[in-house]
């Protein structure tokens, strides 16, 4: 075992944490080792001065302070807050929403795509058409519609 | 009248019940205080954020779940606000170890009725105590407040910290190691 898990040991003996396995452990480790001796020590005096910390003074005003100034926000805006309580309310179904929009979106997408796509296939086909029976004669039932294009029905070549 | 839990004060907190907020101010401003100050070691940096804690526990209430331990919740609040606090200002640090004792002597309860020589022990170990923990890294410092002051077990730390209990344990160790060397002991 590493100085730093031993370290950690001796920090569980020292907070009651080590099971009887374990501390027995400890106790034959720290009969040979000099190091971990030391810092068991040093441990131990350390947590005497934390221990004997005096404790902070809390300011008398402040419980007060804090109460002014949270009912001030409380009442600052009752129409804001029941909106934002109202969203909050839905804080844990947001991923669920972000989804729905995402897959809405998604499916909104596809549909206007294809719509367009279809419109587009229309139009083509109708113009393409359209160029068809310009070329060629209505009541020429033999001669291909595009021979019509290549062929100088007033002698002059292209 | 059975007194509320924490849990049905901060749900009430959330639905604008503003005795449920000053019940909540009275039980858990002195341990945020002392949470605060130990962190920043500026009296007047630890109550504006103990001011701003409870706003942003009065702003997140809703999002309170009822199994979630209360304790961690709120410290992980007090935490990252001292942490945002800590950042965004440069607060006024002692400049003298004259001025460091006289707000140690103000800020902490040192036995006025004690002998003189007794007092002095105890205000030169509280000023190097308390330098030497602000002086540790943010980490550390959270961990052994949160742990030695603030009587918290191993796992209600990890929990505040979003952490494991071994990375905790690994952190007091080096804690206690760095705390060692700066007090000489």
Redesign the interface.
């Known amino acids: 075992m590493s100085c730093?898990k031993w370290?950690?040991q001796i920090?569980?003996w020292h907070e009651r944490?080590l099971d009887q396995k374990d501390e027995a452990a400890l106790s034959r480790h720290l009969e040979t080792c000099v190091d971990c001796r030391s810092?068991a020590d040093?441990?131990s005096?350390?947590?005497r001065?934390?221990?004997?910390?005096?404790?902070?003074?809390?300011?008398t005003f402040?419980?007060e302070?804090?109460?002014s100034?949270?009912?001030e926000?409380?009442r600052l805006s009752p129409w804001k807050?029941s909106f934002?309580?109202f969203m909050?309310?839905f804080?844990y179904f947001r991923p669920a929403l972000a989804g729905m929009i995402l897959v809405l979106g998604i499916g909104l997408g596809v549909l206007t795509g294809l719509n367009l796509s279809h419109s587009i296939n229309l139009g083509s086909t109708a113009s393409s058409y359209d160029l068809l029976s310009l070329a060629g004669p209505e009541d020429d039932a033999s001669a291909s519609s595009l021979d019509a294009i290549w062929t100088d029905t007033s002698g002059g070549g292209l | 009248m059975p007194l509320r839990s924490d849990e049905e004060l901060i749900q009430a907190l959330?639905k604008?019940d503003?005795d449920a907020?000053?019940v909540l101010?009275?039980r858990h401003?002195?341990s945020v205080?002392?949470f605060s100050?130990?962190y920043t070691g500026d009296?007047s940096l630890a109550?504006d954020i103990?001011?701003e804690a409870?706003?942003r526990i009065?702003?997140n209430a809703?999002?309170y779940l009822p199994g979630m331990p209360f304790k961690t919740w709120l410290f992980t609040i007090v935490r990252n606000t001292s942490i945002d606090f800590a950042r965004s200002y440069t607060y006024r640090k002692a400049s003298s170890l004259e001025e460091l004792s006289q707000e140690i002597e103000?800020?902490?309860?040192?036995?006025q009725d004690s002998d003189p020589e007794q007092r002095y022990l105890?205000l030169e170990?509280?000023q190097k105590?308390?330098r030497a923990v602000q002086s540790l890294p943010e980490k550390q410092r959270t961990a052994?407040i949160l742990r030695?002051?603030g009587g918290m077990s191993?796992k209600e730390v990890a929990g505040i910290m979003k952490s494991t209990a071994?990375s905790v344990?690994?952190l007091?160790?080096r804690a206690?190691?760095n705390?060692?060397k700066l007090?000489q002991?």
């Open positions: 730093l370290q950690i920090l569980k944490e810092t040093n441990f005096e350390l947590d001065l934390l221990l004997k910390s005096p404790e902070p003074v809390v300011p402040l419980n302070r804090i109460v100034r949270v009912i926000e409380m807050n934002h309580r909050a309310s804080a | 959330g604008g503003e907020l000053r101010v009275d401003t002195a205080y002392k100050i130990r009296e109550q103990c001011q409870f706003l009065y702003r809703r999002k103000k800020k902490f309860l040192i036995d105890s170990s509280a105590v308390v052994v030695y002051y191993v071994s344990e690994s007091l160790v206690k190691n705390l060692i007090l002991i």
